[in-house]
């Protein structure tokens, strides 16, 4: 087990496009109990191989309170959205401290395989919907401040890069 490093926006390798997962063979259940450990030291409720700068379509989350439901989604695949969208505010480990509010399906219904290459459909409303849906769109190269307005996005780069200018000093 190990900890990974998470991209920070506005790295350009969080914009990679995430080729499909071949065969969900040791090589894969490892870095799914590498991503959850990392998310978890992390605090964060999902986390997307994109932002690990793994370019592999699989994502890992965890919605529950007590933090004890790890779930591994690999090829995941949007089969249905419903038509009315909720608006919430989000967060992402990838853009550290900024959080605004991004309007999304209310509800999905998503098709995958799990550690165990075995085919699992989830329907999720709630967080876990808009968690599957954020986690979808880093393995997109999509970063959820794309979705905000160009001078909401330029100034939250700018903060971000100074940061992590300072970091380096
Ligand atoms: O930890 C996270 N919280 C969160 C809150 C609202 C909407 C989406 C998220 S996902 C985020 C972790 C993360 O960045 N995953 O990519
Ligand atoms: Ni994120």
């Known amino acids: 087990m190990a900890l990974l490093p998470i991209l920070s926006y506005p790295d350009p390798r969080l914009h990679t496009v995430a080729k499909p997962v071949a065969v969900v063979d040791e090589r894969i259940r490892a870095l799914a109990a590498d991503m959850l450990e990392t998310m978890y030291d ?24 007590e933090r004890n439901q790890p779930q591994v989604l690999i090829n995941p695949e949007l089969v249905w959205a419903s038509e009315d969208r909720v608006k919430n505010e989000e967060g992402c480990l990838s853009v550290p401290g900024i959080f605004d509010g991004v309007e999304r399906p209310a509800r999905v219904k998503v098709q995958a395989l799990n550690e165990q290459g075995e085919s699992i459909t989830i329907e999720a409303d709630g967080l876990l919907s808009i968690c599957i849906q954020h986690e979808m769109d880093h393995l997109m190269g999509k970063v959820f401040v794309e979705y905000l307005s160009v001078l909401k996005r330029m100034r939250i780069k700018s903060k971000l890069l100074k940061a992590q200018r300072e970091l380096e000093r």
């Open 42 to 65: 992390a605090k964060g409720v999902g986390l997307a191989a994109t932002q690990v700068n793994v370019h592999e379509r699989m994502l890992v989350l965890d919605v529950s309170e």
